[in-house]
């Protein structure tokens, strides 16, 4: 079955080999993981998502989905792969493994964090009620044989949007500070990744303290810690805080890449307050933007943007307009945080030790060259610290933040970034 593309085709315009728009999630686990279990549960676990399973080709001029008979890859690796290539089978999702982590690689252009969590949860509920030899409970489990609802299949960012309310506030569209034109990092081609643990009761005892929440606190140590690196920068820190789009498209279902931003500016008048009233201001800033009339505002620009390119009939055409819009945003945004919310795995969580989400980047690395990516599971948040330069004055500066707030944490590991590639038929 061939499916034509809406969400999809933005993310597929942007990519290249630079930016793939892809994610890796890494899973420790307490036990070795053993392939051949992992293999059944991957069988099991991709019945249940038929609009996973395919590949991209063109119909005529046009980038399309079309089923993929291919087995699903499992891989003994820690290595990057390279998704829609021989080496996946065509597939955009790939599992591999090693030692006693489990991985899950996808691409952007099928799906976002949100999507690709149910999937990932019917993983680890078939993986452990296999290897441990138990019965785990399915509440909340997608499972194989359960019916497939027509709203995990749909596209909600393509049904008609009603029309613009008056008054909105604009989201922050100017200039802002450039880690890599501001002298102290240097760009490197790929990232490195320092992975901190925080006791999910800590931090939740802190951000209710100040009138926070996980993603803005974050994102508030991470503008301090960019701007006391830059004393007297000309433009201030922008942070640029990832937004599911499914709650204003009322959509929960759907599987798209449905990802919209909320961007809170580090100003002179925001530095002038004390750290709660920042916080504040921060929270603030997320509720007016997050707000569903923004958030159905964005994918109207959207709507206006693929109407524009579908007129275009060059492909080379349609890349070059939707990398330099992306260019064109990168530049009003110096770092990004990115977080899903809880990764509620059920009775699956107690068979975990770690858990890391890497995405290739946010925004386009060679702007944007600094992402804080959170997941929270099993009592623990899990913020992965990825930037794409060598220098560690940033990551000692925000781990100074947390000192200096009293908030206990963990430095795991530092280790390369390993996302995947990805390969498109052109």
Known sequence: MIRHLYSELRTIYETTAEDPHTFRTTIKMKDMVDGEVLRRAVDRTMERYPYFRVRICMDGKEFCFEDNPEPLPVLNTNQRLTLGSGQTGGHLVAFAYWKNRMYIDGYHGLADGGGITPLIKTLLYYYCSDYYGTELSKEDVRLSGDPVPKEEWDDPAEVPIPEEKTGLISKWSSPALQIGDAGIARIIPDSLVYNIRISEKEFMRFNISNDGSPATIAALLLARTIDGLHPGADLPAVIAMCVNQRKALNAPLAHQSLVGDVRLPYTDRVKAMPFSKQATCFRGMVTI??????????????????????????????????????????????????????????????????????????????????????????????????????????????????????????????????????????
């Open 289 to 426: 933007q997050s707000d569903t009339d923004m958030v159905l505002d964005e994918i109207r620009d959207y709507q206006k943007l693929m109407k524009d390119l579908a007129a275009t009939d060059s492909l080379a055409e349609r890349r070059r307009r939707c990398q330099q819009r992306m260019e064109d945003v990168s530049r009003c945004i110096t770092a990004t945080v990115s977080y899903v919310g809880k990764a509620n795995y059920g009775d699956a969580e107690r068979y975990i030790q770690e858990y890391e989400a890497l995405p290739s980047t946010a925004l386009p690395s060679t702007h944007v060259p600094l992402t804080i990516e959170m997941s929270a599971m099993n009592g623990y948040f899990f913020l992965n610290f990825i930037q794409y330069f060598n220098e560690t004055d940033y990551f000692r500066d925000f781990i100074g933040q947390l000192r200096e707030n009293d908030i206990d944490y963990d430095v795991l590991n530092m280790t390369e970034a390993r996302y995947p590639r990805v390969e498109l038929p052109v």
